[in-house]
């Protein structure tokens, strides 16, 4: 199933009985936190905060259970994905080497190639508001932590494009709002959006990004699931919702977003600038990450739907809402890719506090 954006969701979530609506002024700064942390960790239901003194509601806590997982991924349960999943890597692990074999995976193959994404020349829901003067405070933009650096956008889903093979890639770094019109970028050395910059930097020339947020929730899982440089985060969404995703083209550079994501924030990265101080950052291991140089991000315009509704999440001690996204990956994507790549592990488990980084339990075949 295919949401058309985050009220979609949002209406999907409230009739199964999965949402709460907090119509009272809850501050983004440090309130929403402190509320959400207690509802996260008793295992409570999504939260919407109706009144966030700007324009925009306050999506949050929308992934935190099996049960939301498998619905922001258009599924009845997350065994439903891992099916979908361990089929076509069965595919690639077992290359047919018959004909027979080989006219026999055509359909699943067919089937993959239907998701692919497609590009429209038209305009998008996500433009029905174009705001050329762009001004971050319009946002509801999360403080999270006391000694937080300052507010930070914890859902972003950041697209970039490598300069010379055109390759695009939606990864999920944080941002830290420096001004009305500037936030750092928080993409780490070994990420795909670092790769690109660096290649940017080699041409002399400004880098264009934009940044999504809302949407199809497929979208989000998306951003953050392991997928190789040269596979788009958007075959995997369109393969997981059973419909293609639709691209429409910024309006103020060259990068294409999703049709039906609720807000979009294009600019540019220049790669000439000095780096500029990021953080600290209450992160998901319980401790401040603290304060480090990155690129910086200017905001040439936003664009967003006449209903958007601004996602969040808040990243602290375990578990958190991140701790699904990281169980979902290890049932429905890493338990296939080891059958794949290392099938003598029978099973494996990422614990919650382990925030999906520094344990895993692994149970292997001894012989």
Not at 41 to 62: C, H
Not at 259 to 288: K, L, M, N, Q, R
Not at 340 to 364: C, K, S, W, Y
Request: aromatic fraction near 10%.
């Amino acid at each position: 199933m295919a949401y058309s954006s985050l009220r979609d969701f949002v209406s999907a979530l409230e009739k199964n009985d999965n949402l709460h609506r907090i119509k009272a002024f809850v501050d983004p700064v440090l309130e929403i936190t402190e509320v959400t942390d207690r509802i996260t960790k008793a295992g409570g239901r999504a939260l919407l905060f109706e009144n966030t003194g700007t324009s925009f509601p306050v999506l949050i806590n929308a992934f935190g259970s099996d049960r939301r997982m498998a619905m922001a991924l258009g599924k009845g349960d997350l065994a439903e994905a891992k099916h979908d999943i361990e089929e076509v890597f069965k595919n690639l692990a077992s290359p047919p080497v018959t004909f027979l074999k080989k006219v026999t995976s055509l359909p699943q193959m067919i089937k993959m190639g239907g998701y692919l994404p497609v590009q429209s020349n038209g305009k998008g829901s996500c433009q029905q508001i174009v705001l050329t003067g762009p001004d971050l405070g319009i946002l509801p933009v999360l403080k999270c932590w006391p000694y937080d650096g300052g507010r930070f956008v914890t859902l972003p889903m950041v697209h970039t494009r490598h300069p010379e093979t055109g390759n695009t890639n939606v990864g999920m770094y944080r941002m830290q709002i420096l001004d009305r019109n500037t936030t750092g970028m928080h993409w780490q050395r070994h990420k795909t959006g670092a790769s690109h910059f660096e290649a940017w930097r080699k041409t002399g020339g400004k880098m264009p990004v934009s940044v999504t947020l809302g949407g199809d929730p497929v979208y989000t899982y998306c951003a953050t699931a392991p997928l190789p440089e040269n596979i788009s985060e958007y075959i995997l969404a369109g393969f997981l919702r059973k419909q293609r995703v639709k691209l429409v083209k910024c309006v103020t550079n060259d990068i294409y977003v999703p049709y039906d994501a609720d807000i979009v924030i294009e600019g540019y990265v220049d790669p000439s600038e000095e780096f500029v101080t990021e953080g600290p950052f209450g992160d998901h291991t319980g401790f401040y990450s603290l304060a480090d140089n990155y690129p910086r991000f200017h905001v040439t315009c936003i664009t967003h739907s006449r209903e958007a509704i601004y996602p969040a999440t808040i990243v602290g001690i375990p578990p958190q809402e991140d701790a699904w996204f990281a169980k979902a990956t290890e049932y429905i994507f890493l338990n296939p890719v080891k059958l794949a790549v290392q099938p003598e592990i029978l099973d494996f488990h990422m614990p919650f506090a382990g925030t999906a980084h520094n344990l895993v339990i692994v149970r292997i075949n001894k012989t």
